[in-house]
């Protein structure tokens, strides 16, 4: 199974990359707003449970979180992989994360990091503002702030993934086909590398 965790700042183009990793590899995309919403929606007990902390203004906990992925996993056995948007996002949820994967007989392939400057992605969400109808996409404070936040709370999670040898920084200015050849050649390698661990075997 390939199982990528795809990590950027808002505005570095983790959407548009991600729905071609999803085509090219064949991998069921996990994002846990996307997760919520439908575990709401099905009135599941997670997502009752998720919905009375929400209401109250509370933020969900990493187990009704990790719950709600282990179910999907569960769901997908037969995926080629799946790719982490937006999760994990601290050291103990990247930690929940890796013992739920092992319960299945996987583990997390490979973090991929979109790498853009501060200046770049002002620019570009200030851009998306024009389209997207985002107020939090117009207002440049509150994007510095946004991308701040990030930068501050991402870098134990990019550092744990390093401290695995599973880290991997993309550049994400350029084009986006060229991008997305940039991160294919580093997941094509780690496949041809796990090929060879298991061939030596």
């Given at each position: 199974?390939?199982?990528?965790?795809?990590?950027?700042?808002?505005?570095?183009?983790?959407?548009?990359?991600?729905?071609?990793?999803?085509?090219?590899?064949?991998?069921?995309?996990?994002?846990?707003?996307?997760?919520?919403r439908?575990?709401?929606?099905?009135?599941?007990?997670?997502?009752?449970?998720?919905?009375?902390?929400?209401?109250?203004?509370?933020?969900?906990?990493?187990?009704?979180?990790?719950?709600?992925i282990?179910?999907?996993v569960?769901?997908?056995r037969?995926?080629?992989?799946?790719?982490?948007?937006?999760?994990?996002?601290?050291?103990?949820?990247?930690?929940?994360?890796?013992?739920?994967?092992?319960?299945?007989?996987?583990?997390?392939?490979?973090?991929?990091?979109?790498?853009?400057?501060?200046?770049?992605?002002?620019?570009?969400?200030?851009?998306?503002?024009?389209t997207s109808?985002?107020?939090?996409?117009?207002?440049?404070?509150?994007?510095?702030?946004?991308?701040?936040?990030?930068?501050?709370?991402?870098?134990?999670?990019?550092?744990?993934?390093?401290?695995?040898?599973?880290?991997?920084?993309?550049?994400?200015?350029?084009?986006?086909?060229?991008?997305?050849?940039?991160?294919?050649?580093?997941?094509?390698?780690?496949?041809a590398?796990?090929?060879?661990?298991?061939?030596?075997?």
């Open positions: 199974m390939l199982n990528i965790v795809l990590f950027g700042p808002p505005g570095a183009g983790k959407g548009t990359q991600s729905q071609k990793l999803i085509d090219k590899y064949n991998l069921i995309h996990l994002s846990t707003g996307d997760l919520l439908s575990e709401i929606a099905a009135g599941t007990e997670l997502g009752l449970k998720a919905k009375s902390l929400m209401d109250n203004g509370v933020l969900v906990p990493d187990e009704v979180v990790i719950g709600m282990s179910n999907k569960q769901e997908n037969s995926a080629g992989g799946f790719i982490f948007d937006g999760f994990p996002r601290t050291v103990p949820q990247a930690q929940g994360l890796d013992k739920l994967l092992l319960d299945y007989g996987t583990e997390i392939s490979c973090m991929i990091a979109l790498k853009v400057d501060d200046e770049e992605l002002t620019k570009r969400l200030l851009l998306r503002g024009k109808g985002r107020p939090d996409d117009q207002n440049e404070e509150l994007i510095r702030k946004r991308v701040d936040e990030y930068n501050t709370k991402t870098t134990p999670v990019a550092d744990y993934y390093s401290g695995q040898g599973k880290y991997f920084a993309v550049d994400g200015i350029g084009e986006i086909e060229e991008i997305f050849s940039n991160i294919c050649e580093q997941i094509d390698s780690l496949k590398e796990k090929k060879e661990e298991k061939e030596e075997k």
